[in-house]
Nanobody, 126 residues
Framework: QLQLVESGGGLVQPGGSLRLSCAAS????????IGWFRQAPGKEREGVSC????????YYADSVKGRFTISRDNAKNTVYLQMNSLKPEDTAVYYC???????????????????WGQGTQVTVSS
């Protein structure tokens, strides 16, 4: 059974850092495009970052560019989202998602992805 599990969320002060992990089971993550999304209360789900298969092209939303970094460790079957200089507006539930695709492509659109994790809460507050 294909499963994605996020971890690493928590409470952090503004300016702080967190690293989220997205661990896969039941499939080889290296063959999938992976996206990170977030959803704050009362708001629509927003694409944050994604990484393609193979060459690992990465893309970021303008709101997180320069602060967040996505990476993959295929040996650990895990994708990470390093979040630095966190702001209160980054507060949300963060989800990872996977898409089985032959092309070196990923997009920041939720409809592109087939599999989703359960989410992890990130709260940025003093």
């Amino acid at each position: 059974q294909l499963q994605l599990v996020e971890s690493g969320g928590g409470l952090v002060q503004p300016g702080g850092s967190l690293r989220l992990s997205c661990a896969a089971s039941g499939f080889t993550l290296g063959y999938y495009a992976i996206g990170w999304f977030r959803q704050a209360p009362g708001k629509e789900r927003e694409g944050v970052s994604c990484i393609s298969t193979s060459d690992g092209n990465t893309y970021y939303a303008d709101s997180v560019k320069g602060r967040f970094t996505i990476s993959r460790d295929n040996a650990k079957n895990t994708v990470y989202l390093q979040m630095n200089s966190l702001k209160p507006e980054d507060t949300a539930v963060y989800y990872c998602a996977a898409k089985d695709i032959l092309f070196r492509l990923c997009v920041l659109s939720a409809g592109f992805y087939d599999y989703w994790g359960q989410g992890t809460q990130v709260t940025v507050s003093s």
